[in-house]
């Protein structure tokens, strides 16, 4: 079966940087776009950035732009978020998904998290 597993998560200081990994098995991953979201306590769940299956083309939510990252690594079956200038407003769980069945707004497959916690 299809599984996303999420890592890289934890906490950090605001102005600081992390690394997310989605690495995929189950599926052909060359062959599906990738996506972020980012879900805070008691907040709906957030577009944060997509890629396509190349890497040749992405998107980001306003938050972020300029600050995130998506790539990916398709021999690694691996995407990536990189995360710069972290700001408290980042906290949240980080969700990947797989194959876009409205690019930005929802995926066929999702993995089951991980924290990012940003302290003042």
């Known amino acids: 079966q299809v599984q996303l597993v999420e890592s890289g998560g934890g906490l950090v200081q605001a102005g600081g940087s992390l690394r997310l990994s989605c690495t995929a098995s189950?599926?052909?991953?060359?062959?599906?776009?990738m996506a972020w979201f980012r879900q805070a306590p008691g907040k709906e769940r957030q577009f944060v950035a997509h890629?396509?299956?190349?890497?040749?083309?992405?998107y980001y939510g306003d938050s972020v732009k300029g600050r995130f990252t998506i790539s990916r690594d398709n021999a690694k079956n691996t995407a990536y978020l990189q995360m710069n200038s972290l700001t408290p407003e980042d906290t949240a769980g980080y969700y990947c998904?797989?194959?876009?069945?409205?690019?930005?707004?929802?995926?066929?497959?999702w993995g089951q998290g991980t924290q990012v916690t940003v302290s003042s």
């Open positions: 189950g599926l052909t991953f060359s062959a599906y776009s």
């Open positions: 890629i396509n299956t190349n890497g040749g083309i992405t």
């Open positions: 998904a797989a194959n876009a069945v409205v690019p930005k707004v929802t995926y066929r497959y």
